[in-house]
């Protein structure tokens, strides 16, 4: 249902870069300004950019410079994590075109969420390939993780909440806390489970665990053409802000 792309925490760095032919994960860095490359899973020639704490922008010159270092390592196509306004327009400057867009929503009080009406528990490991298999059916081949995406997700902020409701599996979410802001990270529910208020208990319980640490603002980003999504996030609390978020895409053939 929505998914937000928070600064991820890894340690490769460029100055010790994987043989040409290896596509491990690394670490593109300009500056102040970095970014986290993986293979996209659903498309392995292409490098999915997760670009951190977007206060510190890479220059267009920079970006042309991560390009030509992925071109390198053979990926033939490159699309970025969701990318404010100022990155995306230096983005299109790279020669990026726009994917996907989201509109990025804020709760600013998790202390008052109400109760959630029906129980979740604990999403562990063992759990993943089911996980994966409901985000493949609730975003389709194109957007969904996999086992490994979903691993990262949960290690994307410093303290992770995973969650997943109906016996058996039909839905799970992934919360993050980093200091006073959360993220509402991965939200998905099988679509013969919609409509039946696992996602909305998800989203309750991710807000409850977010106002015990006293986290005061939460954010969480979905499609523009994703209705559900949007009514269930609003009638919770969430609020639309006026930024929209694009993902982008770039060949590099």
């Not at 993943?128 to 086992?147: S, Y």
């Not at 499609?223 to 996030?233: G, I, R, S, V, W």
């Amino acid at each position: 249902m929505g998914a937000t792309v928070c600064p991820v925490s890894f340690v490769a760095d460029e100055r010790n870069p994987p043989h040409p032919g290896d596509r491990a994960p690394l670490v593109l860095r300009a500056g102040a300004a970095s970014c986290r490359v993986q293979p996209w899973t659903p498309q392995p020639g292409t490098a999915q950019m997760v670009l951190y704490h977007q206060a510190h922008l890479p220059s267009v010159s920079d970006l042309q410079r991560w390009l030509d270092r992925l071109r390198a390592l053979g990926y033939e196509r490159v699309r970025t994590s969701a990318l404010t306004t100022g990155l995306g327009q230096r983005a299109e400057a790279a020669g990026f075109s726009v994917l996907q867009e989201l509109v990025l929503l804020e709760h600013v009080r998790p202390s008052s969420a109400p109760e959630p009406t029906l129980p979740t528990h604990r999403l562990v490991g063992a759990q993943h390939a089911r996980a994966a298999a409901i985000d493949h059916a609730a975003f389709g081949a194109a957007w969904g993780l996999d086992e490994g995406a979903i691993h990262d997700v949960c290690d994307a902020t410093p303290r992770h909440r995973a969650r997943a409701a109906g016996r058996p599996l039909a839905g799970y979410a992934i919360t993050g806390r980093d200091g006073r802001q959360g993220f509402l990270q991965r939200l998905a529910v099988h679509p013969d489970s919609q409509r039946a208020g696992l996602g909305r208990a998800l989203v309750l319980d991710s807000l409850h665990w977010l106002a015990l640490w006293r986290v005061q603002r939460v954010l969480v980003n979905t499609p523009t053409d994703n209705a559900p999504a949007l009514e269930l996030y609003e009638r919770v609390g969430f609020r639309r802000m006026p930024e929209r978020l694009r993902v982008y895409e770039r060949s590099l053939t």
